[in-house]
C-alpha cells in the first residue's frame, strides 16, 4: 500500500505527457525551450517536464480581409476591399510558426503595398473593368514574399470597389443621361417613321383619289355620249340633246340636296338662256380640250418617228 502514491503520481506524470492534436492542424514541440519536433494530428506524447507545446498552427485555407484606400489615375480616392485566401505549408511549419511573429500583418502590408502601386496606373473605369489584375498583382507579390514564410497564397480577390459618394452620383448622372439620350433617339426614329409612314399613305390617299375622280369623269362623258346618240335617233339633235342633259343634272342636283335637311343651297342670278350659256361654255371647253389632245398626240408621234428615223440613220 505505501507504493501506491508513487504508482499514482507516476501515472498523472505519464499521463500528462499525452495529448491530441486536431485534424488539419499541427502542434509544435519544444524542448528547454528548444524546437524539439512538430506534432500532426492524432494522439501523440511528449516528455513530461521537459518538453512543452509552443504553439499549435492551423493548416486550413484561412482568409483575411483588408480594406485598402488610395488614389486613380485621374484623382478619385477608393476604397478596395480586398480577400486574400493562404494556408500554411505543410512541409513548412518550422518557418510560418518561427519566421513571422505576425503573418496577418504582414500579408496586410504587402496588400497596400501593391494596391497603391498599380491603381494610381489605372483611371476609376479601368479599375472596375481591370480588377482581376489588381487581384493578379497582389497575387504574384504576396506569392513571392511569403512562400519563404512556409505561406501558400490560394487566391487574392478584389470583392469591392468604393468610390467617394459624389464620384458614385456623378458616374449615376452619366448613366442616366446617356440612357436618356439613347431613349431621346429612339423616340425621335419612331416620330420620323410615323410621319414618313403617315406622308406615304396621305400620297396614297391623293392617288388613288384622283385616279377615282378620273375614272368618274370617265364615266361620266361616256354616259354623256350615250345619252346623245339615243337622243339623236329621236330626232334631238346634238346641242339640244346636250342642253336637255345639262338641265336635267341641274334639277338632279337640286333634288339631291333638297334631301338632306341640314345643307344649305345658295341661288345664283340667272336668266332663261342660263342652262344654254353654260352649254355653250361646256362645248367650247371639251371642243379646245379635244384639239389639245389631237395636237399634243401628233407631237408624240412626230417625235417618236424622228426618233426612229436617227436610228436607222446611226444605224447605217
Given at each position: 500500500m505505501m507504493f501506491l502514491p508513487f504508482l499514482i503520481l507516476g501515472l498523472?506524470?505519464?499521463?500528462?505527457?499525452?495529448?491530441?492534436?486536431?485534424?488539419?492542424?499541427?502542434?509544435?514541440?519544444?524542448?528547454?525551450g528548444k524546437f524539439q519536433s512538430i506534432k500532426r494530428a492524432g494522439l501523440q506524447f511528449k516528455v513530461p517536464f521537459l518538453d512543452r507545446i509552443a504553439g499549435r498552427v492551423n493548416l486550413k485555407i484561412q482568409q483575411l480581409d483588408v480594406l485598402v484606400e488610395t488614389k486613380t489615375k485621374d484623382n478619385v480616392f477608393v476604397k478596395l476591399k480586398v480577400s486574400v485566401q493562404f494556408k500554411i505549408l505543410s512541409d513548412a511549419i518550422y518557418d510560418a510558426f518561427y519566421k513571422l511573429e505576425n503573418p496577418y500583418e504582414q500579408i496586410t502590408a504587402y496588400v497596400f503595398d501593391t494596391v497603391r502601386a498599380e491603381v494610381p496606373k489605372m483611371k476609376l473605369d479601368d479599375v472596375f473593368e481591370r480588377k482581376d489584375d489588381v487581384a493578379l498583382a497582389i497575387r504574384r507579390d504576396l506569392a513571392d514574399a511569403m512562400n519563404e514564410y512556409g505561406y501558400d497564397i490560394v487566391?487574392?480577390?478584389v470583392t469591392d470597389i468604393d468610390p467617394d459618394q459624389q464620384v458614385k452620383h456623378a458616374m449615376n448622372r452619366i448613366n442616366a443621361s446617356e440612357r436618356e439620350k439613347v431613349a431621346a433617339e429612339?423616340?425621335?426614329?419612331?416620330?420620323r417613321i410615323k410621319i414618313v409612314a403617315k406622308a406615304r399613305a396621305e400620297a396614297e390617299s391623293k392617288r388613288l383619289q384622283g385616279q377615282?375622280?378620273?375614272?368618274?369623269?370617265?364615266?361620266?362623258?361616256?354616259?354623256?355620249?350615250?345619252s346623245v346618240e339615243v337622243l339623236n335617233k329621236v330626232g334631238i339633235n346634238s346641242q339640244e340633246a346636250s342642253a336637255l342633259i345639262v338641265v336635267t343634272q341641274?334639277?338632279?342636283?337640286?333634288?339631291?340636296?333638297?334631301?338632306?335637311?341640314?345643307?344649305?343651297?345658295?341661288?345664283?342670278?340667272?336668266?332663261?338662256?342660263?342652262?344654254?350659256?353654260?352649254?355653250?361654255?361646256?362645248?367650247?371647253?371639251?371642243?379646245?380640250?379635244?384639239?389639245?389632245?389631237?395636237?399634243?398626240?401628233r407631237g408624240s408621234e412626230e417625235k417618236k418617228a424622228e426618233k426612229i428615223k436617227l436610228e436607222r440613220r446611226d444605224g447605217k
Open positions: 498523472m506524470v505519464i499521463l500528462s505527457g499525452i495529448f491530441t492534436v486536431k485534424q488539419q492542424s499541427a502542434a509544435l514541440v519544444e524542448r528547454f487566391k487574392a480577390l429612339y423616340e425621335a426614329e419612331a416620330d377615282g375622280i378620273a375614272d368618274q369623269r370617265r364615266e361620266i362623258a361616256k354616259g354623256l355620249e350615250e341641274h334639277y338632279d342636283t337640286l333634288q339631291s340636296m333638297g334631301e338632306n335637311s341640314n345643307s344649305n343651297l345658295i341661288l345664283l342670278p340667272n336668266n332663261p338662256s342660263s342652262a344654254s350659256n353654260m352649254l355653250s361654255d361646256m362645248v367650247t371647253s371639251f371642243t379646245a380640250s379635244m384639239q389639245m389632245g389631237e395636237e399634243m398626240k
